[in-house]
């Protein structure tokens, strides 16, 4: 009986503390890919780019350019390897006509592949940026 009572306890205290295994960062990895896309689809530079997590699976991006007052932002959302990705008031670019935005992570580094549906893998926009400044 004793037993039950320690495993309760601790079945208790992991599901009510997400700290003790990791969950608190649970967006630390959709916040690197959603910075990496938007930087590869806008063509700028990731380390202008903020970013958190707003609810549950949507990442809130936004950025300034430098001598301008506008601030762009938008949201993000990671769907297995496919990044899907919107202007923050706007509509999600799931559309056909939308291009196809997807990653990999490989090493230390993470690929952003970018690709119109109507276009050959051949033609494909990539860019890869290291994790560690994400």
Request: one cysteine or more; a positive charge.
């Given at each position: 009986m004793q037993n039950i009572k320690k495993l309760a306890l601790y079945l208790s205290i992991m599901i009510l503390s997400p700290a003790l295994y990791g969950a608190s960062d649970d967006a630390t990895p959709q916040?690197?890919?959603?910075?990496?896309?938007l930087s590869s689809i806008m063509g700028i530079d990731?380390?202008?780019?903020?970013?958190?997590?707003?609810?549950?699976?949507v990442v809130s991006l936004h950025y300034r350019i430098e001598g301008e007052k506008e601030r762009y932002a938008y949201k993000c959302r990671v769907e297995g390897n496919r990044v899907i990705w919107g202007s923050a008031g706007g509509r999600w670019r799931t559309d056909k006509s939308d291009a196809v935005i997807t990653?990999?992570?490989?090493?230390?580094?993470?690929?952003?592949?970018e690709r119109f549906n109507d276009e050959p893998l051949t033609r494909a926009s990539r860019?890869?940026?290291?994790?560690?400044?994400?």
């Amino acid at each position: 009986m004793q037993n039950i009572k320690k495993l309760a306890l601790y079945l208790s205290i992991m599901i009510l503390s997400p700290a003790l295994y990791g969950a608190s960062d649970d967006a630390t990895p959709q916040i690197k890919i959603c910075k990496a896309a938007l930087s590869s689809i806008m063509g700028i530079d990731h380390r202008t780019i903020q970013a958190e997590k707003r609810e549950t699976g949507v990442v809130s991006l936004h950025y300034r350019i430098e001598g301008e007052k506008e601030r762009y932002a938008y949201k993000c959302r990671v769907e297995g390897n496919r990044v899907i990705w919107g202007s923050a008031g706007g509509r999600w670019r799931t559309d056909k006509s939308d291009a196809v935005i997807t990653f990999t992570i490989g090493g230390a580094h993470i690929t952003i592949e970018e690709r119109f549906n109507d276009e050959p893998l051949t033609r494909a926009s990539r860019t890869t940026l290291p994790l560690s400044e994400l």
